[in-house]
């Protein structure tokens, strides 16, 4: 209890002493001292799960998904695309170094869509092109090796074909809107399309591995 503690205080102080370093507009040593924080949260949750068996399977969860949500508003508060980005990393973490006994094939497909949905909302109201990439390649190859590791019953190949169009649509709705709003920035005319274009192949491939499986609707896989 008194390591866990001092985790957690050790977090706290990096991330007030972060805000304070940033007052002073010392702004590479904010972000680092941001950073340090938010790993020394998601080492001592981890440590509780793991290795002092102080949290359950539930409560690390809750825990570690608050940690995420707190990245993500911590970077859009001091405006920082690191930030967000290793909350990105520290939310792609969690099932898969933790591997929490209740995280089935659905609860996996709605938590990828929860984190890719606060990454799309970060993107569209800071612009950050780093994150959507790094949101898009991340979890659309999660879903590459979870599908080629997996052997789905038809009931979970429709749920996985769902989970696919719903990622491909938060993943590319927000440059749709700026381009039709007249919002779109200059070098958005290369970057936007090649994020279509990630997300198009990784959908291509994903239609045709799920083709296989018997009764999948064929037609909603081409439509």
Not at 37 to 65: C, E, G, K, P, Q
Not at 120 to 130: L, N, V
């Amino acid at each position: 209890e008194i390591i866990l503690a001092l985790g957690c205080g050790i977090g706290l102080a990096l991330a007030g002493l972060g805000f304070t370093v940033r007052k002073k507009e010392r702004f590479i040593l904010s972000q680092v001292l941001f950073g340090g924080s938010i790993v020394t949260f998601y080492l001592t949750a981890s440590a509780a799960y793991m290795r002092y068996n102080v949290l359950s399977d539930f409560s690390a969860f809750l825990f570690l998904a608050a940690i995420t949500v707190f990245t993500y508003l911590l970077a859009a508060a001091v405006s920082s695309v690191s930030v967000s980005v290793i909350g990105l990393t520290g939310s792609v973490f969690i099932p898969f170094a933790l591997g929490f006994s209740f995280f089935d094939l659905t609860a996996f497909g709605l938590y990828i869509c929860a984190v890719s949905a606060l990454a799309t909302a970060t993107y569209f109201f800071k612009r950050w092109r780093i994150l959507q990439f790094s949101s898009s390649i991340v979890f659309l190859s999660i879903l590459t090796w979870l599908l080629l590791r997996t052997k789905l019953t038809p009931y979970d190949a429709q749920l996985f074909l769902l989970l696919v169009m719903l990622l491909w649509a938060m993943h590319l709705v927000p440059d749709f809107y700026f381009h039709l709003s007249g919002r779109e920035k200059a070098a958005d005319a290369i970057a936007s399309p090649v994020a279509a274009l990630i997300n198009y192949a990784f959908s291509l491939f994903f239609a045709f591995k799920l083709s296989a499986y018997r009764p999948l609707p064929q037609g909603s896989v081409y439509t």
